[in-house]
Structures are given as C-alpha cells and as structure tokens.
C-alpha cells in the first residue's frame, strides 16, 4: 500500500524557518495532487498549501508570502519551506496526496486520499 511519511518537524524561535518534506512510498500509483495540512488540539484540520499535477498552487491566506510548496514529480515528493515562522503556526504537519491507483491489468484505476502521520511543528515566542 501507499505510504506518506513526513519529516522536518522541530522547535524554532518565532522567525525562523523550517523545511518540511514528505514522499510517497509504494507502487502501481500516480499522484494527482499533494500538500500540507495542520492540526491543533481541539481545532479542525486545515489546509496550508497544495499543488495539482497542473502545477496549480493554493495556500492559506495565513501562510501566503511566507511558505512555499514545492513538488519533486519524479520522487513522488513534496515539501514545504516555511519562512518567518509564527507561534500561531505551531501545529502538526500532515502531508496528504491524492493517489490515483491502478486496480487491474486492464489499467482501471480509482482514486484514493492518503495521509501521513504528522511531524510536529513548535514556533516559540
């Protein structure tokens, strides 16, 4: 099965910068879109930025001018570099992607949503 595994999660001073990444592990898929959720305790996840197989970029009006996605096609890869960093950004990290699966020999295919398992993301004051 396909797999997310994120890494590039730490504690920075309010200011800093991190660089989160995250590939796709695993066979018989493409990648239609992939990006970046956050999560904090008691809040719902939201949607920090994304990237189509268009090329197409969204970002939260919260991280606009300050984080930049990118997407390695061939590595099934993507990042996220997060410049002047807030302590509103603390949160966990999920890559997602959505994966489109060949289910047969006949090249049938399905799509499928898949996440990580979150790195954690501390901006102190």
């Known amino acids: 099965q396909v797999q997310l595994v994120e890494s590039g999660g730490d504690l920075v001073q309010s200011g800093g910068s991190l660089r989160l990444s995250c590939a796709a592990s695993?066979?018989?898929?493409?990648?239609?879109?992939m990006g970046w959720y956050r999560q904090v305790p008691g809040k719902e996840r939201e949607l920090v930025a994304y990237v189509t197989n268009g090329g197409q970029t969204n970002y939260a009006d919260s991280v606009k001018g300050r984080f930049t996605i990118s997407r390695d096609y061939a590595k099934n890869a993507v990042s996220l570099q997060m410049n002047s960093l807030k302590p509103e950004d603390t949160a966990v990290y999920f890559c997602?992607?959505?994966?489109?699966?060949?289910?047969?020999?006949?090249?049938?295919?399905?799509?499928?949503?898949?996440w990580g398992l979150g790195t954690q993301v501390t901006v102190s004051s």
């Open positions: 997602n992607a959505m994966l489109k699966i060949v289910v047969n020999v006949e090249g049938a295919y399905r799509y499928s949503e898949v």
């Open positions: 695993g066979s018989g898929f493409s990648i239609d879109a």
